[in-house]
């Protein structure tokens, strides 16, 4: 593996999703791979969750990862070729991107859609000028379209649960519901989602939003897409909680956010007892209701943790085949 953008990037789902979970049943056993390298941890935008695992994963592996808030501490970076950089942008990426090559052995990378042009954001500019000018690795922490760690992790919490849950069929239904937000959100988890599960294949796979909120084709061919909801829902193994603004139409708005689209105890009692994901953060009582989240079926903290494994299985493969 070279760079880690999207599922395009693996070659085996299966294999990433053991080795995976082997470094959850023992985190140190690669200690010494990433020995001598170091690992550049650039957000653009706010993260939690990604910038602690995606550490700890490099630490595992004996790197040293460093962190740049690039978007509050740093230069603010132009991405357009042939620029002319009288405005507030400062350093262009291929003045900067050369020099984090330099530092680093692996370049990771965080950056969200403006949500205000569709074929901007869709031209993923800012990862493909980083790919094209670090001379380095470029593992996505999320991009403008898609969150791949997020999605890795998503598949690998899946295959732990029908591992560990006999109830469950070897090839579960799984939904992925539209919820209501207060602002408009990145399409960028569900796209993901969508491709990483029509990717794994071992699933009957449903997407259930409202009217206007359709995405990318590119990333859903495969699944079956319904406005129902409670339809959808019916018979459901897993259900994948998630907001997106609009994507068809007018890009990145919010049409309607029906309260009746979150996720409660009566629809979930429509389900075969699912299991219930989120990649957080989330609003509660707005995305998903505190009886979820706080109830038996939510696995948003299982979820949350496995992110670790997920980032250490692809931060190993980029080691054993670049260095
Ligand atoms: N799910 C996720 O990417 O969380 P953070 O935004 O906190 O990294």
């Known amino acids: ?20 979970l082997s470094y959850k049943a023992d985190p140190l056993k690669d200690k010494s791979l990433g020995a001598h390298k170091r690992i550049g941890l650039l957000f653009l935008n706010p993260s939690m969750r990604t910038r602690l695992s995606t550490q700890i994963a490099a630490q595992n592996l004996g790197m040293e990862a460093i962190v740049f808030n690039v978007g509050q501490e740093g230069w603010a970076l132009e991405f357009e070729e042939e620029a002319i950089m009288s405005g507030s942008t400062v350093e262009h990426v291929k003045d900067a991107a050369p020099i984090m090559g330099k530092y680093f052995d692996i370049l990771a990378i965080r950056t969200f859609p403006s949500l205000k042009n569709r074929e901007d954001d869709y031209s993923e500019l800012f990862i493909k000028q980083f790919i094209k000018y ?10 403008a379209t898609l969150h791949p760690l997020q999605s890795l992790t998503d598949v690998i919490t899946i295959n732990e649960i029908l591992a560990s849950q006999q109830a469950i069929p070897k090839r579960p239904k799984i ?8 602002k408009p959100l990145p399409q960028c988890v569900a796209n993901s989602f969508s491709q990483w599960i029509n990717a794994w294949g ?7 939003h409202p009217e206007d909120y359709e995405l990318d084709t590119q990333f859903t061919n495969g699944a079956t897409i319904t ?6 829902l019916k018979g459901a193994d897993f259900v994948y909680v ?10 990145g708005r919010i049409y309607t956010n029906d309260p009746a689209w979150m996720l409660t105890n009566q629809k979930l009692a429509l389900t075969n007892n699912a299991k219930v994901m989120h990649c957080l953060p989330v609003r509660r009582n707005v995305e998903l209701s505190d ?4 109830g038996p079926n939510s696995i948003v903290t299982q979820e949350a943790s496995n992110r670790v ?5 692809v931060l190993s493969e980029i080691l054993k085949a670049n260095y």
Do not use: C
Request: zero cysteines.
């Open 1 to 20: 593996m070279r760079n880690f953008i999207s599922v395009q990037d693996v070659d085996n789902i299966k294999d990433l999703v053991a080795k995976a």
């Open 134 to 143: 670090a001379g380095i690795p470029v593992v996505s922490l999320e991009s």
């Open 175 to 182: 939904v992925l519901t539209w919820a209501p937000h207060v």
């Open 202 to 208: 071992q699933a009957d796979f449903v997407i259930t």
């Open 227 to 232: 406005h129902n909801q409670d339809e959808a």
């Open 242 to 251: 998630k907001n997106w603004s609009t994507f068809n139409n007018e890009y």
């Open 291 to 294: 009886e979820i989240l706080d």
């Open 309 to 313: 494994w997920a980032a250490q299985a």
